[in-house]
């Protein structure tokens, strides 16, 4: 048996019904998309949540109890005023300590402004820049007893105190008044 199958070159035939998309124009799928966008907008606005966050308040005392316990070195604190809020502490090797833990509070001034004191023993020689934001030497000043030596980088100012062994940087975008008057309260923890 033969398994050729003629086909005929006929047309095809129409069946009769009309097809509904052949009368539809550009401007029906421009309505269309704008529907979509609408629907996605109206979920994107119900959903929606503001991602700016109130400043998170860190405790500083706990932190300080359980570093005081290791530290080879009496710690330093900055008495904050009233409208400053402390929004960061730590006690732990940064990438220029060495190993070396290194004390770290940091604080909101005045709403806006950023103040923070660091201290280690490390004598790595990648510390003070790293503490200082790469901050260029400005010189010395002397503010009681103490010898700071100043440093500056773009929108941050630093002063750098070194006793017996012990590394202390405050610095932050506060002018120079007021980083030299934080320096000036910095005491010892108790």
Do not use: C
């Not at 009769?16 to 994107?44: E, F, K």
């Not at 700016?52 to 005392?61: E, G, K, Q």
């Amino acid at each position: 048996m033969a398994h050729d199958v003629l086909v005929s070159a006929t047309a095809p035939r129409p069946t009769g019904r009309p097809n509904a998309r052949l009368g539809q124009t550009v401007g029906d799928m421009v309505r269309s998309l704008a529907i979509v966008l609408a629907l996605v907008g109206v979920l994107v606005a119900v959903t929606y949540t503001s991602q700016s966050a109130d400043v998170r308040s860190v405790d500083v005392a706990t932190a300080l109890a359980q570093a005081q316990r290791q530290a080879p070195f009496d710690l330093k604190t900055w008495t904050p005023g009233p409208d400053d809020v402390a929004t960061s502490v730590r006690w732990q090797a940064t990438g220029a300590s060495a190993g070396t833990p290194v004390w770290h509070v940091g604080y909101l001034v005045d709403g806006s402004e950023y103040l923070q004191i660091a201290q280690s023993v490390t004598m790595e020689a990648g510390f003070v820049p790293e503490q200082t934001a790469g901050g260029k030497p400005q010189g010395e000043v002397s503010l009681g007893d103490v010898r700071w030596l100043r440093f500056e980088s773009a929108g941050r100012r630093s002063l750098v105190g070194i006793e017996d062994g012990v590394t202390t940087v405050v610095s932050g975008t506060l002018p120079w008044s007021a980083i030299e008057s934080a320096a000036t309260s910095v005491r010892e923890a108790r």
